[in-house]
């Protein structure tokens, strides 16, 4: 698919139009058929529509060529898009409707009198610049609204080539605002971008066989043929760059235009306003340009200077002074100086404007100067469902959301350059955390750290998942747990650090990543891991954790056979606490209560208090009715409810569930790591289980990674004992039986 095909199908498309006109012998004046929208702009895909207008003087009736005119184009099986409307009420709903006014900058003349649908395009433009500077603030309105609703075509999992942020919408919206006059973009990059991508789409309706402008996953797998690319990920970066491409001109030239509407009316003389803003740097119509002195051939920092200007200020870098900085400016030396590694941490402490930044510095060839590893990581998808970005923009967001945070840490410039780096080792075969370190060494030494520095910041860049991975599929009040977090940081400076980094990468990842739940777990985690650390610096005893306890209701203390069931509301979910006279397969109940319930379990966590078993479980459920827990908890344990039917059994999957027991994982129980496909009652059915075989369940942790659960349980015997192998070997075979018995 090309521009070739696309203008063979209009040419096919006009020569159709214009014989249905010629057959009814339509008038050669006061009435035209033209075409508008897509196909006025010739960009017909294979399935597009024929956006097409039959328009006539208002002094003039078009009679029966206004209906008859679409029934041979409907026979010859063309999809129309039609409308017959006199002069003046095509301009009164240009006028009126934003998106009418922007599908009739493209009006081309098809068949009729060619002098009336010259009229007409002239008539529009005028009109469009006449009310530009009223009308651009209501359509950038709609423009932000359309990204919200469809992500961006460079990050988004299944973009849309043409509503997506940096889509074909887009690329016509700033040839609107080209056409206002107030603002220019580059046209042939522009241009270019649009005619790739509209190669794609081509492409993708062709394999889908529809009009189809979303990409799934099973059409990227059929795009590398067709494209002439390597592979699916070959695929993903050509066209992501493209919205990405289109998605930077976008936003430099929306700037430009709030800057435009922003600025008074000039008075007089029209002279360039520089007003410098740092050596050799200015700030002219809300851009970042070159001062009057600037000598770039002597300054190998200025490009910095100019990028952390524009980003503390949130301003544009004005693209054209980005590319003059890199062919002038000499390469900075090794290792840099101190100036040069403050900007740099300046910028990535400047929060959101530093994202506009980077895209120009990135489209202008400046990001290769300042970081060259940037291309291994450039445009790459990412592995998980949780992230909303590529690698690249997550590392972006990273930094942002670390900004936020520079004051809770006593090493800000640390914390800044390890977010940059935490994921510089994707894109290889191995582990990225264990990849990067060595990288992050290496660019941090260029960057003018000293040795100290530069083993913290491998070491967070290498241990940046260890608190976030640990908290949730680990108990945090197990010493074994915490001795497995510092067993890799040499300092509670360093802990301190980690515990920002895992939240600025959590944040950036996506909501569901730094959830009030994940977020608490981390932080009692580091806590836990901070008396330690603080411990073993000062030479004191760590501090012995208190056994967890809560009241115990007066209904269970008369009758311990009771079970009391209580809510406690929070803020993306909720706690329920169970408690009743102790038991084995106490925990087993309240767990198909929750299945039943049909709610997402985080965590659970259970112990003896006396004679009475105590539960607490974390989850996503926010309107938990406390009455109907009580009943079916109650009814299960009664034997009124039968679970085993109303909870389906696993079914067979591609992949059998996985039980490992993790005797290195804690001295005080043995634990049991259980991976298998994400689904209701899963909890239900291993603690069900653990129970027939008198096992009690301590604690459970339970974590979700894209289809897969994660749930981790610390099993003593009911004398609050750790298993013997044998008793170990035994539970896990029970769970995995559990787990692999189908139903009919």
């Keep these: 698919m090309s521009a070739t095909d696309r203008q063979a ?14 057959d009814l012998h339509g008038p050669d004046t006061g009435v035209a058929l033209v075409a508008v929208g897509g196909y006025g702009r010739g960009e017909l895909a294979p399935f597009s529509d024929l956006d097409v207008v039959l328009v006539h003087d208002d002094d003039v009736d078009p009679g029966e060529l206004a209906t008859a005119i679409w029934y041979p184009l409907w026979d010859s099986a063309a999809k129309l898009d039609h409308s017959v409307r006199s002069f003046g009420q095509t301009v009164d709903a240009a006028s009126d409707d934003l998106r009418v006014a922007l599908g009739m900058q493209d009006v081309r003349f098809l068949a009729g009198d060619s002098n009336l649908a010259l009229r007409l395009r002239t008539t529009m433009l005028a009109q469009w610049r006449r009310e530009a500077k009223s009308r651009l603030p209501d359509l950038h309105k709609l423009v932000v609204q359309r990204h919200t609703l469809m992500g961006e075509l460079a990050h988004a999992s299944v973009p849309d080539l043409k509503e997506s942020q940096g889509g074909l919408r887009d690329a016509t919206v700033m040839k609107a605002l080209v056409a206002t006059w107030l603002v220019d973009a580059p046209h042939v990059e522009l241009e270019r971008c649009r005619q790739d991508l509209l190669d794609v789409r081509d492409v993708v309706q062709g394999l889908a066989g529809r009009a189809n402008d979303r990409v799934p996953p099973e059409i990227w797998a059929q795009l590398p043929e067709p494209l002439g690319l390597d592979d699916t990920v070959a695929a993903q970066v050509v066209v992501r760059d493209l919205g990405r491409r289109i998605t930077h001109i976008s936003r430099l030239t929306w700037r430009r235009v709030e800057s435009v509407l922003a600025r008074p009316a000039a008075v007089g003389a029209r002279r360039p306003d520089l007003d410098p803003i740092a050596p050799g740097v200015a700030v002219s119509k809300n851009e970042v340009v070159l001062d009057r002195g600037a000598r770039p051939e002597k300054d190998p920092v200025l490009l910095l200077r100019a990028a952390t200007a524009a980003a503390e200020r949130d301003i544009v870098l004005a693209p054209a002074t980005a590319a003059r900085l890199v062919r002038a400016c000499p390469p900075l030396p090794e290792p840099w100086p101190t100036e ?119 070491t967070l860049v290498r241990w940046h998942l260890l608190l976030s991975e640990t908290a949730t599929t680990r108990d945090p009040d197990d010493p074994a747990t915490v001795d497995v977090v510092v067993s890799h940081l040499p300092s509670a400076e360093a802990l301190s650090l980690l515990l920002a980094l895992t939240e600025a990468d959590a944040r950036a990842a996506s909501g569901k990543a730094w959830s009030t739940w994940r977020a608490g777990l981390v932080r009692q985690l580091a806590r836990r891991c901070h008396s330690a650390l603080v411990a073993a610096e000062t030479g004191t005893t760590r501090p012995r954790l208190p056994e967890p306890e809560v009241p115990v209701p007066a209904e269970v203390v008369a009758d311990p056979s009771a079970i009391a069931v209580s809510v406690t509301p929070g803020t993306d979910g909720c706690r329920v606490t169970v408690v009743s006279g102790d038991r084995v397969g106490l925990l087993a109940d309240a767990a198909a209560m929750l299945a039943l319930q049909r709610t997402s379990v985080h965590a659970a966590r259970a112990w003896t208090q006396d004679l009475y078993g105590v539960s607490q479980w974390e989850v996503s459920d926010q309107h938990l009715d406390v009455a109907v827990l009580r009943q079916r908890i109650q009814g299960i344990a009664e034997g009124r409810i039968d679970v085993s039917r109303r909870l389906a059994r696993p079914t067979a999957t591609r992949l059998a569930p996985s039980v490992v027991v993790r005797p290195e994982a804690s001295e005080r129980a043995t634990v049991l790591e259980v991976r298998t496909d994400d689904r209701p009652g899963v909890v239900h059915l291993v603690c069900s289980a653990l129970a027939a075989v008198g096992v009690s369940v301590r604690s459970a942790h339970v974590d979700t990674l894209g289809p897969q659960a994660i749930d981790v349980f610390y099993l003593q015997e009911t004398g609050a004992g750790v298993l013997t192998d044998v008793r170990a070997a035994e539970a896990a075979h029970a769970v995995r039986a559990a787990l692999t018995t189908t139903g009919p």
């Excluded at 990535?348 to 990581?377: C, K, M, N, S």
């Excluded at 900004?403 to 350059?417: C, E, N």
């Design 340 to 458: 040069a590694r403050q900007l740099l941490v300046r910028m990535l402490a400047a929060g959101r404007g530093l994202l506009g930044v980077w895209e120009t510095l990135e489209q202008t060839g400046a990001l290769a100067r300042i970081l060259p590893e940037w291309e291994r990581i450039r445009s790459l998808p990412h592995a998980s469902a949780i992230h909303r970005f590529t690698v690249d923009r997550h590392v972006v967001e990273t930094c942002i959301e670390a900004g936020a945070l520079i004051r809770t840490v006593a090493r800000p410039d640390v914390l800044l350059v390890a977010a940059l780096l935490h994921d510089i080792g994707k894109g290889g075969l191995i582990e990225h955390s264990q990849a990067g370190e060595p990288i992050a060494r290496e660019v941090a030494t260029r960057f003018g750290f000293a040795p100290d520095e530069v083993d913290l910041i491998a």
């Design 9 to 22: 199908r209009t040419e096919a498309a006009d020569a159709l139009c214009t014989k249905a006109y010629d």
